[in-house]
């Protein structure tokens, strides 16, 4: 069964930091590129950050704040989240792709999604 899952979202105040986690399953991990996307309420799904081997790409609202990275011997991508702003509330989700892009539609298969919501 394909299946990405991710984890560590939650409610953090402002200048906080969180770490997300998306295990995967079922499917090849290491040789793909891997990344976060979020979508807040009444918005449309943005890129937040994507990995493949050791080169990385973030949206510019999140560079300097977020890391993104991986670990292949788990089938795991974090994504740490520092300096937390409330515009950063969305449910973040990963996903996979079989090349490195920042497009949605490069990316085949999605987790089911995991809640951060920063407070004042």
């Known amino acids: 069964q394909v299946q990405l899952v991710e984890s560590g979202g939650g409610l953090v105040q402002a200048g906080g930091s969180l770490r997300l986690s998306c295990v995967a399953s079922?499917?090849?991990?290491?040789?793909?590129?891997m990344g976060w996307f979020r979508q807040a309420p009444g918005k449309e799904r943005e890129f937040v950050a994507a990995m493949m081997y050791s080169g990385t790409r973030y949206a510019d609202s999140v560079k300097d704040r977020f890391t993104i990275s991986r670990d292949n011997a788990k089938n795991t991508v974090y994504l740490q989240m520092n300096s937390l702003k409330p515009e950063d509330t969305a449910v973040y989700y990963c996903?996979?792709?079989?090349?490195?892009?920042?497009?949605?539609?490069?990316?085949?298969?999605w987790g089911q999604g995991t809640q951060v919501t920063v407070s004042l």
């Open positions: 996903a996979r792709s079989p090349y490195m892009s920042d497009r949605r539609d490069a990316f085949s298969v």
């Open positions: 079922g499917l090849s991990f290491s040789s793909y590129a």
